[in-house]
């Protein structure tokens, strides 16, 4: 009987709004999948909870991402048809700020870019259409109808029912204890069991940097706390009178949705208080200071909304230091990939991201444009994935965005990537993890 028996095509670790979209996709193209997850199938420890996410069609942070969010609107139509329940709620969006500020002329530019309906209000239309909102005098904004939000448990609950399906296998509250290249395939070693794989698909969350150690510093976890508040006046704050909004005042920036699924206005502010960590380590408590800097947002803005808390969650972003993405295959085992750092703006992509990752277990190459995710714009090592675009950049045959973030690779530049970990398993590792399967363990379990 041979060590090895149990043989998938992909291993995928984290089944979060990431890795069950993407066990999913993988499940619909026939591949013997695995999704190995350590906490419960939902849970509330990561990204992944929190009744509402927001989705935006508009998107301030870089015009490249309204593509990705096309193709994530018609598959996130997909699993609503295929799981006979909605998931998305279109409310409108509005990215407001003040007339030269990010916020509101990246949310213009990427309208106009890409011909999206939209209109541009002062604050005081704002307050016409929409009398929850008292915004700042000087702010503008961008509504765009097509915005809303996600219900990212159910999501989650309907990608990994479509799995079971299709006959993908996910394990819950299994947690991965090791794992290393095997030939042009993988070994792993969960706290369950042994496995092997033709490909590992890592979409961890914010325990990404513990499990790829080249991520270090790469992909921070960061504490973040949301409230919901009772309104005085519940009728304005309802989905077909409140779209969801990302808002940039003088006190920060903040996002926020209509009251949905539980009592109270949902909102939070973006990057909290800056408390970066280990994942395992950062309080998912709420205190009364939380409480305290979003209420005062609240009563400025949001006066019919500040009634008495309802409740206070924290969850965790994931940061990547110019807040992009991180998308890539292994800088040195191509067989492994990864989805990580989506730095507190990636829940309304899961579902495009799926897509991609299973692209990447299955050819290592993808259909969507995700050049302005890759790792080597911080390790200048280029991966696989990437090099074709760099053999076009030195043909003159393609060129990055020219207001886009930079981005080393394309200048030769990077930085090393702390402790030297690049490319290195996880630790600990197990007993031969360099060695061949034992004497006697002669059988490919791929056979």
């Known amino acids: 009987m041979t060590a090895y028996s149990k043989h998938y095509h992909a291993i995928v670790v984290g089944v979060g709004g990431m890795g069950s979209a993407t066990c999913y996709q993988l499940a619909r ?9 350590r906490f ?13 996410r927001i989705i935006r069609l ?129 070994r792993v070693v969960t706290d369950r069991d042994r496995y092997t794989a033709d490909t590992l698909v890592f979409t961890a969350g914010a325990w990404a940097q513990n499990l790829l150690p080249f991520l270090d510093g790469l992909a921070v976890p960061e504490r973040q706390v949301l409230a919901w508040l009772q309104p005085a006046r519940p009728e304005w704050f309802r989905p077909e009178r409140f779209p969801v909004f990302n808002c940039l005042v003088p006190e920060g920036r903040y996002y926020g949705f209509p009251v949905f699924a539980v009592p109270g206005f949902k909102f939070g502010r973006y990057h909290h208080f800056g408390e970066t960590g280990e994942a395992e380590y950062l309080s998912r408590e709420a205190y009364r200071e939380d409480e305290d800097v979003l209420r005062d947002f609240a009563a400025r803005y949001f006066p019919d909304g500040a009634g008495p808390t309802m409740m206070l969650k924290a969850c965790l972003f994931t940061n990547t230091p110019d807040r ?39 050819r290592r190459a993808t259909r969507h444009d995700i050049s302005l995710f890759n790792l080597a714009r911080f390790t200048g090592q ?18 990055p965005a020219d207001d886009g973030p930079t981005h080393p690779l394309y200048r030769g530049g990077g930085r090393e990537v702390p402790g030297g970990a690049l490319g290195q398993p996880l630790s600990p590792r197990q007993p031969g993890a360099d060695s061949p399967p034992a004497a006697g363990d002669t059988t490919d379990p791929r056979q």
């Open 58 to 186: 508009a998107y301030y942070e870089h015009i490249a991402y309204v593509a990705l969010l096309r193709r994530a609107y018609e598959l996130w139509a997909d699993i609503e048809r295929i799981g006979g329940e909605q998931l998305l709620y279109r409310t409108g969006s509005l990215d407001c700020g003040p007339a030269d500020s990010d916020v509101f002329t990246g949310s213009l530019r990427s309208c106009i870019e890409y011909d999206l309906p939209h209109e541009i209000l002062t604050s005081a239309q704002v307050s016409e259409r929409y009398p929850a909102y008292r915004l700042p005098r000087e702010n503008l904004a961008v509504f765009q109808p097509d915005g809303g939000f996600l219900l990212p448990e159910r999501s989650t609950v309907a990608f990994v029912e479509a799995a079971h399906a299709l006959g993908a296998e996910i394990h819950g509250r299994e947690a991965l204890l090791g794992w290393e290249p095997w030939g042009d395939a993988v």
């Open 324 to 362: 992009h993405f991180l998308i890539d295959l292994h800088p040195e085992y191509p067989q492994v990939s990864f989805a990580a750092g989506f730095s507190g703006h990636g829940y309304k992509f899961a579902s495009v991201i799926g897509e991609i990752m299973a692209d990447l277990a299955e």
């Open 29 to 37: 193209r026939n591949k013997r999948v695995l999704g190995i997850e």
């Open 40 to 52: 419960d199938i939902p849970h509330g420890l990561g990204s992944s909870h929190g009744y509402t």
């Open 382 to 399: 280029v991966t696989a994935l990437h090099q074709p675009k760099i053999d076009m950049l030195a043909r003159g045959a393609w060129s």
